[in-house]
């Protein structure tokens, strides 16, 4: 059974009435075509819950204006810090003076790199630093944090911090990256996550194939840009505490990198996570909190730090470009044989999500299909432009566009249908997946031809 | 002139972390008139999950949605949480918080046995009430029983539980192993027209069916793959960070950075594929990722079924599909065999 657009139109209240025999316990609809609407009970008072199209709690101060997201809070003697970014993609940071900033109206404090307690962070490898010290490897690395009386006066601040750079030949291409030759970003190699599957003799099965394709796919870096961009509020708090308010979607493992970055036992820290307006991945790793923390308790003072949308783009992260080599055997009835998957993702300055949406996106790569014997070889590297990392589809988006591109040109090329090879290809209840876990509660042929029926794709085939 | 191809994109894709421990905790409270109060570590980042999640506990505590209240997203209040992220929160939290609600109802039936005069085993809990199964005109009210709970027997009905995902490591040479607990499926069919003087590819409808187990929520399912169409059409055609040579950003601004608008979004229909997991909270798995993975590959699919042009590199922008168009009439020219 599916659930018909028709029957869902937003405009509807349903009753609590049960479709009989629907294990999966979806309401079925009371709104009945030209006739007056009727009234229905509020889905939000029904039993059982699970199934009614119960409304949101948060949905009324939204739509009246009256959420309170972080930037629109504020505390007395509050603060604002403004954050300095790199002027190159690649350099040595040879001194930073603050001198001339610390004397402009409304500033209070600076920070930089060297008062952070431990200036590194990343939910893989601690590779990023909240605030660079010795060398800057994107342009969206903070340098110098500034925290004034208004937001004007933090920005106008940053003008007049001097920071000597010395530049350093950059890396924009991951291809070029790869190479031994090239400039290194982090330590001796640019390389820094691998991820291999293998199944089966792929190079015997692409031998014996009937026809073997081969294709280039490529995607590029996008942002999340949700409506609210990162904002925080620090306050050091009587106690001893620290207390964070913030857009994070991780508050239990945001805490415990502030626990890291600060050196502080983790339960003198409070992180509140507040109303989010967007998240799409963007918000799941600490960005500024540490350098708020810090200015808060250097200051005495509650300190925000609202992301302007140029911060957003070029110093939060994005989506990994992917180049993926695709080769596939395949036999005339449409089967796939062999498939061999060569991904390289474009991770940017630092790791942050890298290692694992290759992971997810090396797994996934190979498609909904049963294919036997499998080769993806995926690599992870450091290039001197804005960090990649969680962006909702983990990977995934780049690898679909790669294999099911490369599906329809396959189709072509034997004379069968788009969905037809599809579904001569696609994972049942207890296929091995590429990593030969058996898997469970499958849907993809349901979900091709749910969308095949609605749009009538047969009938218009033949 | 303008032409209509469709396309068509299936995918995969899993709940939770890739192998990594990536556990939920929750606590369920019944309060002494049968309400509820719920606490969880994740946060509401706007795709509805303190709805769903308050759901899941308000099921198994047979009562109604507008009777539970969620607690979330304070590290001095709320329990333990991975957090929002690998569209966990209704699959992992959801267990953490069935479970923590079935503590939770364990004490109301032990409390209610005597009262009814039955076995806490004969007891299941529905409509607001604690009945016996079977006979379900012997009931007491939720609200009684948990207010007996609490005054007379000195028991307050409270749950706590946690709940991680199965997984088995990767084998680092051939990644084999068990990566994932569950996955869910999707398929969408994208219907565009192409201008083919311009390039320009405008996107006419899409079609799209996703399973993700059973759904808590109808209409926030609808809701996520409503907006993950909307930034898979932005993947698609048109959006792209630009870089110098420098390594600066060219376009850090909504002005140079192209998003899909709701003017651009075309005709969205939903299917929501009738699945079960029995290793879900009520068979449910999740959707908010997979909702924007098939709809690039669905309109680069269509785009080659209107004019013949096959993209390989994303954004589709109108620049690209022109040279396309392009390179295929001088291939056409070149088959032309000389007089």
Known sequence: MVIKVEDTLRTDRLTDLKEAGDSAGVPAVARERGRAPQIVPDANQQTPAVGQRVTRPDSRPHITGQTRYIDDMSFPNMLHMKILRSEYAHARIVNIDVSEAEKMPGVVATLTGKEIPVNSFGPSYQDQPVLADDKVRHMGDGVVAVAAETEQQAQDALARIKVDYEKLPLVLDPLEAMKEDSPKIHGESNIYATKVIRKGDVEQALARADLVMEARFSTQMVEHVPMEPHATIAMWEPDGRIKILSSLGRITLGRADMARTLDMPVNRIQVVGTIVGGNFGGKNEITTEPVLALLARKTGRPVKGVFTRKDEFVSSTTRHPFIMDYKTGVMKDGRIVARKVRIVADGGAYCSWSETTLGKGAILSVGPYRIDNLEVKAYAVYTNKTTCGAMRGFGAPQVCFGYESHMDDIARELGIDPLEIRLRNVFDEGSPSPTGQVLHSVAVRESLDTVADRVGWKEQTQ | ?339
């Not at chain 2, 606590?27 to 008139?33: A, G, I, M, P, S």
């Not at chain 2, 479970?99 to 109301?108: D, G």
């Open chain 2, 1 to 339: 002139m303008k032409r209509r191809g469709r396309g068509i994109a299936c995918m995969w894709y899993p709940i939770g972390f890739t192998v990594a421990a990536n556990p939920s905790a929750a606590v369920v409270k019944v309060n002494e008139d049968g309400t509820a109060t719920v606490l969880t570590g994740t946060v509401e980042t706007g795709q509805g999950a303190l709805t769903v999640l308050g759901q899941i506990a308000a099921e198994e505590l047979g009562v109604a949605a507008a009777d539970v209240h969620v607690v979330s997203g304070d590290t001095d209040a709320t329990p333990m949480d991975t957090g929002a992220i690998a569209s966990r929160t209704t699959y992992v939290t959801g267990n953490a918080i069935q479970m923590a609600a079935a503590e939770a109802k364990k004490i109301l039936f032990e409390v209610a046995a005597p009262m009814l005069g039955v076995r806490p085993e004969q007891l299941e809990a529905r409509d607001r009430r604690i009945q016996v199964i079977g006979f379900p005109q012997k009931n007491l009210p939720i609200g009684e029983v948990a207010n007996h709970a609490q005054v007379v027997m000195g028991r307050p009905p409270l749950g706590s539980a946690s709940y991680n995902p199965p997984t088995v490591a990767m084998d680092p040479e051939t990644g084999q192993g068990k990566p994932f607990s569950t996955y869910v499926y999707a398929a969408q069919v994208a219907e565009v027209e192409v201008d083919d003087e311009t390039g320009e590819v405008e996107v006419l409808r899409i079609v799209a069916a996703h399973d993700c187990g059973t759904p808590i929520n109808p209409t926030l399912v609808e809701g996520q793959v409503e907006g993950g169409i909307s930034m898979g059409i932005g993947l698609a055609l048109q959006e792209e960070i630009l870089f110098d040579d420098e390594g600066r950003q060219i376009n850090p601004n909504l002005t140079n950075y192209i998003m899909p608008t709701s003017l651009d979004m075309p005709e969205i229909e939903v299917d929501i594929v009738k699945n079960y997991d029995p290793t879900g909270p009520f068979g449910a798995k999740g959707v908010g990722e997979p909702t924007s993975v098939p709809t690039a590959a669905a309109i680069a699919n269509a785009i080659f079924d209107a004019v013949g042009v096959r993209i390989h590199s994303l954004p589709a922008t109108s620049e690209k599909v022109l040279m396309g168009l392009r390179e295929k009439q001088k291939a056409e020219q070149k088959r032309i065999p000389a007089e």
